[in-house]
């Protein structure tokens, strides 16, 4: 048998490349075009995140509110950076005063800003994908912002001992708060459902009559229990510091539904 010859490749073969060489040959051998299109993919996506900024927070009309929705945001997100991080640092914090008071200002600023809403109490359109806030919608919030406002100071021990000391301003909050809440409109999670084939498309409607029912059985709750029983306990003296410390976190997710969410839908007015 005649022996190999020194340079024979006996490995398969396409087209008289060898695997080894195609493989190779696949292989780009600069990645610096792969960089520039990443790095230019980024560069637009900063582009755009600005711009949506601006947009959504700096235009000339309604900028106050827009403003103090902003200002709002970033102290919501640095509360709740801060509670889980530093509990000790939150609770001493100017956020137990500066966020909640930042909520109701933007409740009043929304109510001097968006007077050109339809005044109708059946359709608060907040239910809906087709409708918009109605006016007394916007203006029944800056009572709940309110009645947040207080619970933040009610728990916070720098400020209960200014509302214990004062007898009307205890006894109104923690058992009289519906009182004065006829001095606000009142929108019905019922009537919401009215008009449902103007205000809501086909896809959603059901959907959100099964949304509306389950914010109203929330609704029922969270007046009592977050409304009225924890101002009880708090009246009383019994909580104690790891009460208070889930009563925090309660009231973050509470300061969201109240007043960020009201926020994001007027950000589509323009």
């Known amino acids: 048998m005649s022996p190999s010859p020194p340079n024979a490749n006996f490995g398969p073969r396409i087209d008289d490349i060898s695997y080894v060489d195609a493989l190779e040959s696949s292989i780009p051998i600069g990645n610096g075009p792969h960089i520039g299109d990443l790095l230019n993919i980024i560069f637009v996506k900063i582009i755009y995140f600005i711009k949506l900024i601006f947009h959504l927070f700096f235009q000339r009309k309604f900028i106050l509110h827009r403003l103090i929705g902003l200002l709002y945001l970033l102290q919501y997100f640095f509360a709740f950076y801060l509670f889980f991080k530093n509990y000790d640092l939150f609770k001493s914090s100017f956020l137990i005063w500066s966020l909640p008071l930042t909520g109701f200002v933007q409740s009043l600023t929304a109510i001097y800003t968006f007077t050109f809403l339809s005044r109708t109490k059946r359709d608060a359109g907040y239910y809906s994908d087709r409708g918009t806030l109605s006016y007394p ?15 933040w ?14 007898i009307i301003i205890d006894n109104l909050f923690v058992f009289l708060p519906y009182i004065a809440r006829q001095l606000w409109p009142k929108t019905s999670f019922r009537d919401s459902l009215y008009n449902s084939d103007k205000n809501k498309t086909e896809k959603n409607k059901k959907f959100f009559f099964i949304v509306t029912h389950i914010t109203k059985c929330f609704y029922i709750w969270a007046k009592h229990y977050i409304g009225f029983f924890l101002n009880y306990i708090r009246f009383f003296n019994r909580v104690d510091t790891e009460d208070i410390y889930h009563i925090y976190l309660l009231l973050l997710f509470g300061a969201f539904a109240t007043t960020i969410s009201m926020f994001l839908h007027t950000l589509k007015f323009k």
């Open 153 to 166: 100071l009610y728990y916070s021990n720098k400020f209960y001992p200014l509302f214990t000391s004062s």
């Open 137 to 151: 919608f916007i203006v029944e919030n800056s009572f709940f912002a309110s009645i947040l406002l207080f619970q």
